[in-house]
């Protein structure tokens, strides 16, 4: 493992390489091979981690009027995970380079399994706020920690259409989750005297924990740890990665957290998680808006957007790698994000128009997330790649606090949803100009 750490470390240092990597056609065999094996492993595991994370938008149907809680102190609640998600990321991901992936993400899914079951026992908006908090730091390093791992195997110019495999976990979790915790909810109410979202909690984080009992079997830290492949094929995947982390900027944490695009980058990264964060967690009380009553209906509607996501974030990724192309397949998304957010509330009156305006929100945001990351893992290497990723992916998901907060006090205060995307809209129009900052040929290729 520390052999495999070091020359991922070091393969920044070959200055004399400096074209990108051309792969012949004989390593589209390994790469699938290689695919088959780590994606179904990783995109499950964050089908469950965005599952335990968001499934306090079900919850807060059926415990928001159990437990007396407010529009404000929902919001406060959803978006305390992202605090103790900031607090701990970049020491977690400097961790999971130093110890390897295996053994901290399988601690990582098993944390956080434990907390998101003991969300069944709140009472009160004290506990509701601290189990949140701990949540997030549970799962501190998760994310940005598949991000870094996947760069151990692929190099950038296939690196945007894996990473869109993985993150169709959001639209997935979405589009399982929804349904499920819905039937949970209604079905399982007052059984043993627990009410439907206690249930739901304690049903859906028993996966996590025995994802995690998995992975610590058949997750492997690196290329070289892969006894499933040959040695010609470690041998030509540990070729490609060297070649590519050379034209990357290899630099030391401290140098990373000084490094304007790594800022720049976490405000534009900000800008994109004001609009997951408005859609996913407030996606269920709209539609209870629109005059849905039954949790698993508003489940199953709930369910609908996340399904429109699955074809343009394949097709949008796999032409972005093809083009060798990325600010501009990333902005264009973006700003469609935020025409969807804006005529929701434009047209709040028309219920067919807002859930229509909803599904294009959706199917935007995913397709713009894969390929934000492809600009980080463009030319980020080593050491400052583990920090980089964290810092983008910690501060930039202060946006998880900032938006559930920003919208359950514009909720309380007005009644309504609507000044809250106009708000958020412009965010995403922010992010996708200041997009423009970053030079073209440092990350397209």
Known sequence: MENNKTRHDSAGLDEQQSAPLILPHADVAVYRKVTRRLIPLLLTSYILAYLDRVNVSFAKLQMALDLGFSDLVYGTGAGLFYIGYFLFEVPSNIILHRIGARVWITRIMITWGIISASMMFITDVRSFYVLRFLLGIAEAGFFPGIILYLTYWYPAQRRARIISLFMLGIPLAGMLGGPLSGWIMRDFDQLLGLRGWQWMFLVEAIPSVVMGLVLLRMLDNGIQDAKWLSEDERQLLQKNIEQDESVKEKVPVVQVLRSPRVWILSLIYFTVGMGLSAIVLWLPTIIKGMGVTDVFE???????????????????????????????????????????????????????????????????????????????????????????????????????????????????????????MYLVSACLIAGALTTLIIPAKLVNR
């Open 298 to 420: 508003v489940g199953l509607l709930a369910a609908i957007p996340w399904c429109a996501t699955f074809i343009p974030v394949v097709l949008v990724s796999r032409h972005a790698d093809k083009k060798g192309e990325r600010r501009w397949h990333f902005i264009i998304p973006l700003l469609f994000v935020a025409a969807g957010l804006t005529c929701s509330a434009l047209f709040s009156s028309n219920n067919l128009l807002v859930f229509l305006a909803l599904t294009v929100s959706c199917s935007a945001v995913m397709t713009a997330y894969p390929l934000f990351w492809s600009l980080p893992t463009a030319f980020l290497a080593g050491t400052g790649a583990a920090a980089g990723i964290a810092v983008i992916n910690s501060v930039g998901g202060l946006s998880g606090f900032v938006s559930p907060y920003l919208l359950g006090w514009i909720k309380q205060t007005t009644g309504s949803l609507h000044i809250g």
